[in-house]
Nanobody
């Protein structure tokens, strides 16, 4: 059974934009840190952005700062990742992740995970 449900993956041309969404059960959403973690074949999963649901405090990895925007809709128990100025190096599988600890989310060691969304950026 899916704990976190993702949508919005797909293909886009270089320079384009894409938005992913992730919906959590109500009892999981409150006072949790939620974020997005990418996996590329042959590489370890890496955290890109996270947000704490109680305060909307946001943090981005230095490598993606300025190109990603993480946001939330508390009424819908949903977190979003808006990706702009995409390039082929951004291609990968993007996982929604949740944990009481934001450090666990950004270090790709979260307790709860989405199914993964494939993002392909063509040149």
């Amino acid at each position: 059974q899916e704990q976190l449900v993702e949508s919005g993956g797909g293909s886009v041309q270089a320079g384009g934009s894409l938005t992913l969404s992730c919906t959590a059960p109500e009892d999981m959403y409150n006072r949790r840190c939620m974020g997005w973690v990418r996996q590329v074949p042959g590489k370890e999963r890496e955290g890109g952005a996270r947000i704490y649901t109680a305060t909307s405090s946001r943090l981005y990895a230095d490598s993606v700062k300025g190109r990603l925007t993480i946001s939330l809709n508390n009424a819908k128990n949903t977190v979003y990742l808006q990706m702009n100025s995409l390039n082929p190096e951004d291609t990968g599988t993007y996982f929604c992740a949740a944990d009481p600890s934001c450090d666990m989310v950004m270090s790709a060691r979260a307790t709860y995970w989405g199914q993964g969304s494939q993002v392909t950026v063509s040149s």
